[in-house]
């Protein structure tokens, strides 16, 4: 069984910054993308951001340029770092991996639990 744990979620006003963690555990080959979806009341879970197990990114078109995800593969851990927030960015936000497992080597995506981000005007 695959564990994502998360952190870093809160309140902050507008403009304000806040940086998420999310790590994985238990029995794991490898780690492919990573990420985070964000769910706001009333809308559809979307997808804010993800990284590859080489680095590479993808971004909404409504965070660009004001949140960064990295990740530190030794950790199995993936970051959001959420600068210049705005209200819209209110939202229940998880964090996700596809996982390969560690015995069966079958491929399939972890979820976290979600944490909280609310932004005061």
């Known amino acids: 069984q695959v564990q994502l744990v998360e952190s870093g979620g809160g309140l902050v006003q507008a403009g304000g910054s806040l940086r998420l963690s999310c790590s994985a555990s238990?029995?794991?080959?490898?780690?492919?993308?990573m990420g985070w979806y964000r769910q706001a009341p009333g809308k559809q879970r979307e997808l804010v951001a993800s990284i590859s197990s080489g680095g590479t990114t993808n971004y909404a078109d409504s965070v660009k340029g004001r949140f960064t995800i990295s990740r530190d593969n030794a950790k199995k851990t993936v970051y959001l770092q959420m600068n210049s927030l705005k209200p819209e960015d209110t939202a229940v936000y998880y964090c996700y991996a596809d996982v390969v497992h560690g015995v069966t080597y079958r491929s399939y995506d972890a979820w976290g639990q979600g944490t909280q981000v609310t932004v005061s005007s």
């Open positions: 238990g029995i794991i080959a490898r780690i492919n993308n």
